[in-house]
C-alpha cells in the first residue's frame, strides 16, 4: 500500500494550488481517502476527504477547497482556492477507514509523505 502526495509550492494569497495523491496496493474506491495538513506549530487537522462521490470538508476549507477522483489513475486531488497565509502548512494524503466526525478523523497507518504549501507575498 502507498500513497504519494505531490504538488506543494509557494503561492500568493487569493491564489489557487492542485495537490494530487497518487495511491497504489489497494482497491481505492473501497476506502476514504483523506487530506490532512499540519500548520507550523500545530497539531494535524483534516481538512477533506473523499470516498466514491461522497466528500467532506472541514469549515476551514469549505467553498474554496474541493477533492475529487481519477479512478483510471489511482489519484485523488486536492483543488485549493482562494488560499489564505492560515492556509500554510505540510499537506499529506492518507487513507481512511470512515467518514470524518466533527474533528475526528479515521485514518489508517498509511499516509503519504507531505508536501509543503506556503502562501505569502
Known amino acids: 500500500v502507498q500513497l504519494q502526495a505531490f504538488g506543494g509550492g509557494l503561492v500568493q494569497p487569493g491564489g489557487s494550488l492542485t495537490l494530487s495523491c497518487a495511491t497504489s496496493?489497494?482497491?481505492?474506491?473501497?476506502?476514504?481517502i483523506y487530506w490532512l495538513r499540519r500548520a507550523p506549530g500545530k497539531g494535524v487537522e483534516w481538512v477533506s476527504a473523499?470516498?466514491?462521490?461522497?466528500?467532506y470538508y472541514s469549515d476551514s476549507v469549505k467553498g474554496r477547497f474541493a477533492t475529487f477522483r481519477d479512478s483510471a489513475k489511482n489519484t485523488v486531488y486536492l483543488q485549493m482556492n482562494a488560499l489564505k497565509p492560515e492556509d500554510t502548512a505540510l499537506y499529506y494524503c492518507?487513507?481512511?477507514?470512515?467518514?470524518?466526525?466533527?474533528?475526528?478523523?479515521?485514518?489508517?497507518?498509511?499516509w503519504g509523505q507531505g508536501t509543503l504549501v506556503t502562501v505569502s507575498s
Open positions: 473523499i470516498r466514491t462521490s461522497s466528500t
Open positions: 492518507a487513507r481512511g477507514v470512515d467518514r470524518p466526525a466533527g474533528s475526528i478523523y479515521y485514518t489508517d497507518e498509511y
Open positions: 496496493g489497494f482497491t481505492s474506491g473501497s476506502y476514504w
